[in-house]
C-alpha cells in the first residue's frame, strides 16, 4: 500500500503535469548544462530540482532526444557504441528542472556483472529519489518492444515510479506502421499501474513531438519563483 500511495503522489493531479507549449519552448530556451555524473548512490545530487530519468535500451536515442529538446547538439554525449553510458549524467534545465540520463539496458555484448550493477543502480535510484517526478521510457517506433522493455516497465510498476513512454525515431518508419506502433504504445501503457496514459511520438532527426514533449515537462519543472529550488 506505501508503494501505491507513494506511486499516487508522484502521479497526481495529472491535469497540473499538462504545460503549455509556450511553457515548453520558454523552459527549454535557457540555460541547460552538464553538472554531474553518478555511478553509485552516494554520489548523487542534493534533491533540490525535481528530476525527470531517461530510461531506454542501448542505442534508442536518449542523448539525440535530450539534444534535441535542449536545441543543442552536444549536451548529451552521443555514441555509436551501444552499452557505452555507464552511470547516471545530470542536466540542469535553466535551475528549474534536473534530466537524467539514465545507463542504457539490453546491450547483449556488456559483461553479465555491468547488466546487474546497471539494473541495481537504475532500481535503487528510482526507488528511493523523493524528487523523482516522472521518468520517460523511450521505445524505438522503428522495433518491437523486447523483454528487456517489458522487464523495465515491471520495474517500474514495482518502484512505483509514474513513467510515460515515448516512442523514438519515428522519422524511420511510415506513417500506416507509425499508427499502429502508437496504437501498442497505449495498450502497453493502460496494462501498467504506473504508465502516464499519454504517449508521445518523437523525432529528433525532424523534431516531430518536441513541442509536445517539451509542454510535458514543462508541467513537472520547479516554478519560476519557487521556494526552496535553485534559480539561474
Not at 530556451?29 to 525535481?50: N, Y
Not at 548529451?76 to 528542472?97: E, K, M, V, W, Y
Not at 504504445?185 to 509536445?212: D, K, M, N, W
Amino acid at each position: 500500500m506505501a508503494d501505491h500511495a507513494r506511486h499516487a503522489a508522484r502521479c497526481g493531479q495529472a491535469g497540473a503535469d499538462i504545460g503549455a507549449p509556450d511553457a515548453g519552448e520558454a523552459l527549454f530556451a535557457g540555460a541547460s548544462r552538464f553538472v554531474h555524473a553518478a555511478q553509485r548512490l552516494d554520489q548523487l545530487l542534493p534533491p533540490d530540482l525535481p528530476e525527470i530519468a531517461f530510461a531506454g535500451r542501448s542505442n534508442v536515442g536518449k542523448s539525440s532526444l535530450l539534444n534535441a529538446l535542449a536545441g543543442r547538439k552536444l549536451l548529451a554525449r552521443i555514441s555509436h557504441r551501444p552499452g557505452r553510458t555507464q552511470q547516471l549524467n545530470f542536466f540542469d534545465l535553466a535551475g528549474r528542472l534536473m534530466l537524467v540520463d539514465m545507463p542504457g539496458y539490453g546491450y547483449a555484448e556488456a559483461a553479465k556483472q555491468m547488466k546487474a550493477d546497471w539494473q541495481g543502480l537504475m532500481f535503487d535510484y528510482l526507488r528511493g529519489r523523493p524528487n523523482l517526478r516522472r521518468a520517460l521510457l523511450l521505445l524505438d517506433a522503428r522495433i518491437e518492444v523486447k523483454a528487456s522493455d517489458h522487464a523495465v516497465m515491471e520495474l517500474l510498476d514495482q518502484a512505483a515510479v509514474s513513467f510515460q513512454i515515448v516512442l523514438t525515431k519515428t522519422d524511420g518508419i511510415k506513417p500506416p506502421a507509425l499508427a499502429a506502433k502508437q496504437a501498442e504504445a497505449q495498450r502497453l501503457a493502460r496494462a501498467h499501474t504506473a504508465a502516464h496514459p499519454e504517449v508521445i511520438a518523437t523525432s529528433a532527426a525532424t523534431g516531430a513531438g518536441i513541442a509536445e514533449l517539451r509542454a510535458a515537462l514543462a508541467g513537472l519543472a520547479a516554478p519560476i519563483a519557487a521556494s526552496g529550488f535553485r534559480q539561474t
